[in-house]
């Protein structure tokens, strides 16, 4: 059911469910449940937005809600962000950013797609000990002897007695790499297809962050999922307040975030002991005021006030 909610469209009350197979899969089959909550373009609002109606989003909010979420679900859960997390450089960004790091740490964030926003923060990131949660598959440092954020990363979810293994790809575009940034971009069709063949050898499937907006016109998105059949999901930033609605492409579903985290994505994996993905169901859900806060996240959301938005 998609609903319409003051020119955000999004997906309300029921969850569409998508099938890989015809069959689709009963309660009697040996299946394993994921749960994958995504974000992008947070761009270091610890709390809710600035908004003059409806402010929505902060970790407070995303820590409560996944821990409501997990005491209700067998789902094992994954955090994730397509990109644009950090507080751009500013007066402020000194401030909050550390709290940033800090609850990519805490909540925590798994994976985290390092876009080119985030380059000119790499090397705290780097020297701290989250570095191998920020991934890029396709952007890298001019300089040789500079640390390199990792292609990819492997996440292992357990759920009952299935392991599930989650191949995670970074994509941004290269062209919005700054040349002050120290870092040089690669076409992210090329990067994809040199790497696909190590992660495949211990990810039982592929799921790609991509710092590139959803467009009306058919885009590198649609041409990953076509060209690579092991790709589940590609799971994509947005820059203007509006949700896009799910797309199937090849054996994809196409996801974007909502800027700023007003809104935090989730998508279900339904796994067989094979390691394929059946079903899987995406959702959107407010970050509102009708959400409960995580006290700890919340005390250190007000110690931020002066420095948000």
Not at 182 to 188: A, I, K, M
Not at 206 to 220: K, Y
Not at 224 to 239: G, K, N, S, Y
Request: hydrophobic share 40%; net charge negative; glycine share 8%.
């Amino acid at each position: 059911m998609v609903g319409i909610c003051r020119g955000l469209c999004f997906l309300a009350g029921t969850l569409i469910l998508l099938s890989f197979c015809s069959s689709g899969y009963s309660a009697d089959r040996k299946t394993a449940e994921v749960t994958i909550f995504f974000t992008g373009l947070v761009r270091g609002n610890y709390g809710p937005c600035g908004c003059n109606t409806e402010p929505s989003g902060g970790f407070a909010r995303r820590s409560a809600y996944a821990r409501q979420y997990a005491s209700g679900n067998d789902s094992a859960i994954i955090h994730v962000d397509a990109g644009g997390i950090l507080m751009p450089r500013g007066p402020r960004a000194a401030h909050v950013n550390p709290e940033m790091l800090n609850a990519v740490r805490d909540l925590p964030v798994s994976v985290v797609n390092l876009s080119p926003p985030d380059l000119f923060l790499w090397d705290d990131v780097a020297a701290s000990d989250l570095r191998e949660r920020f991934i890029s598959t396709n952007l890298s440092p001019l300089d040789p002897q500079r640390p390199s954020p990792a292609r990819y990363r492997i996440i292992e979810a357990l759920e009952g007695e299935k392991v599930v293994r989650i191949g995670f790809l970074g994509i941004s575009d290269p062209r919005k790499i700054k040349p002050n940034s120290g870092f040089r971009g690669e076409d992210p069709a090329r990067a994809v297809q040199e790497i696909k063949a190590e992660v495949l050898r211990e990810a039982d499937f592929l799921v790609v962050l991509a710092d590139i907006p959803q467009r009306p016109e058919e885009s590198i998105l649609d041409q990953l999922a076509r060209d690579h059949p092991e790709i589940i999901a590609v799971l994509t930033t947005e820059d203007n307040y509006r949700l896009h609605e799910p797309r199937v492409v090849n054996n994809a579903v196409v996801l974007s975030s909502v800027e700023r985290g007003r809104y935090l994505g989730q998508l279900k994996l339904a796994i067989d002991e094979n390691g394929k993905v059946l079903e899987f169901a995406p959702d959107f859900i407010q970050m509102g005021e009708e959400q409960p806060e995580n006290h700890r996240f919340l005390e250190i959301q007000k110690s931020l006030a002066p420095y948000l938005d």
